[in-house]
């Protein structure tokens, strides 16, 4: 392993740079990925990382039967609700 660190015009990004057994490389950036935590599992999904999306999908399909069972007062149609959860 391999630590990189790149100047942007106003950051230094930072990777961890790897070669796996075939010699190719591979840089990882350092750091907070904003998409996987907003996205979580359709981000792991898309990153192909399949066991992590097996264990986040159903955590946060419970969260948002929990959260349209709350009632909330902004959404008063049962269905509208479904729509903005999803999306």
Same mark, same amino acid.
């Given at each position: 392993?391999?630590?990189? #660190? &790149? %100047?942007?015009? @106003?950051? &230094?990004?930072?990777? @961890?740079? !790897? ?5 190719? !490389?591979? #840089? ?7 998409? #996987? $935590? ?7 999904? $898309? ?9 986040? $999908?159903?955590?946060? $399909? ?5 959260? @349209?069972?709350?009632?909330?007062? !902004?959404?008063?149609?049962? %269905?509208?609700?479904? &729509?903005?959860?999803?999306?």
């Amino acid at each position: 392993m391999l630590s990189v #660190a &790149v %100047k942007g015009v @106003n950051t &230094v990004r930072k990777f @961890n740079v !790897y070669r796996d057994e075939d010699g190719i !490389y591979e #840089a990882v950036k350092k750091g907070w990925c904003w998409p #996987a $935590f907003f996205f979580g599992s359709i981000w792991a999904l $898309f990153s192909g990382l399949w066991v992590a999306a097996f264990f986040i $999908f159903p955590i946060d $399909f419970l969260l948002t039967v929990a959260g @349209n069972r709350s009632g909330d007062p !902004y959404v008063s149609d049962p %269905k509208l609700r479904w &729509v903005i959860s999803a999306g």
